[in-house]
């Protein structure tokens, strides 16, 4: 059973950067495309940015240029890396497989951009 644990997540002035971390459990990480998915309140939940297991990523037209994600198949470990931040961007960001595994949702971690 995979567990994936978000973190990094915070409060940051429009223009700032952050860094998100997945960290998970199970060896079987690195066979699967990675997501990160966010949910902003009122909308539903979107696929922001993705990477194969080969490192091939592809980007939602909102983040690209601005947002990064890579992985780390030793470490089991996705990351997404947010510069240039908007307000728009302020939601719950979760990481799961690509396509989305229902029992691999955590918990999220929060981005608020916010002056």
């Known amino acids: 059973q995979v567990q994936l644990v978000e973190s990094g997540g915070g409060l940051v002035q429009p223009g700032g950067s952050l860094r998100l971390s997945c960290a998970a459990s199970?060896?079987?990480?690195?066979?699967?495309?990675m997501g990160w998915y966010r949910q902003a309140p009122g909308k539903q939940r979107e696929l922001v940015a993705a990477i194969t297991s080969g490192g091939i990523t592809n980007y939602a037209d909102s983040v690209k240029g601005r947002f990064t994600i890579s992985r780390d198949n030793v470490k089991n470990t996705v990351y997404l890396q947010m510069n240039s931040l908007k307000p728009e961007d302020t939601a719950v960001y979760y990481c799961?497989?690509?396509?989305?595994?229902?029992?691999?949702w955590g918990q999220g971690t929060q981005v608020t951009v916010s002056s």
């Open positions: 199970g060896s079987i990480f690195s066979i699967y495309a």
């Open positions: 799961n497989a690509v396509p989305t595994i229902r029992s691999y």
